[in-house]
């Protein structure tokens, strides 16, 4: 059955200070993110590689290094990221023995993902892992009561109309985002021109934004 959610989530970003203490939190946030996504039967299996690549930063990078978390949703395909700003240890996939006590964390990764991968840019690099969903490919979030709405409201602001503008795709999203700006802008003269506080309203819903999609640290 396909979940209810949709189908092509907004990416969950999380920054944080690459620390052990960290981790319990990245997995309850984790499994908090993959309930609303209609994905519990990946929480194990995510939980792992969250802890997996942050431990590499820990153990490889140093403890205390700036890292960033983001996990992507893309119908059939679950990305998790890991980016830390050391270009020079590269993650590997040892052969341990069953005595050893290190090198098993990229390969218990390799284990329960499809692939994984490390790019490198010239001030981080960025540590990656794909699982299959077994959702439809992303441009069936057309189902989406929400983005049957949002889709709606940028065709009425794009360009030539919404059936010109591509669904999915990079030319399709930066056409999406400049209609969103626009859209957001006539929202903020609509309510200056009623008397209210614009900035109070953005406020209170980027509060609403990430109650639905953040699980509050505990």
């Known amino acids: ?122 001030d981080r690099k960025v540590t990656w892992c794909e699982l299959a969903t077994g959702l439809p490919e992303v441009m069936d979030h057309r189902g989406c009561l929400r983005m049957i709405r949002v889709e709606a409201v940028i065709g009425l602001y794009g360009a030539h109309g919404a059936e010109h503008i591509p669904q999915c795709g990079r030319l399709g999203v930066a056409l999406g985002e400049e209609a969103v700006i626009s859209v957001i802008t006539d929202l903020l003269h609509w309510l200056s021109a009623h008397g209210r506080d614009a900035d109070d309203v953005l406020d209170r819903a980027q509060v609403r934004f990430e109650a639905e999609v953040f699980e509050p640290r505990r």
């Open 1 to 122: 059955m396909i979940p209810t959610a949709c189908l092509a989530q907004p990416p969950w970003v999380v920054e944080f200070a690459a620390v052990e203490e960290e981790v319990a939190a990245l997995r309850r946030q984790v499994r908090a993110h993959l309930g609303a996504w209609g994905l519990r039967d990946l929480v194990d299996e995510v939980q792992l590689c969250v802890s997996e690549l942050v431990a590499n930063v820990i153990t490889h990078v140093g403890a205390g290094t700036p890292t960033t978390l983001a996990v992507h949703l893309n119908g059939a395909c679950l990305r998790i990221e890991v980016h830390d700003p050391d270009t020079r240890a590269l993650p590997t996939l040892l052969a341990a023995d069953d005595e050893s006590e290190g090198g098993r964390g990229m390969a218990l990764v390799g284990a329960v993902t499809d692939r994984w991968g490390v790019r490198l840019g010239p």
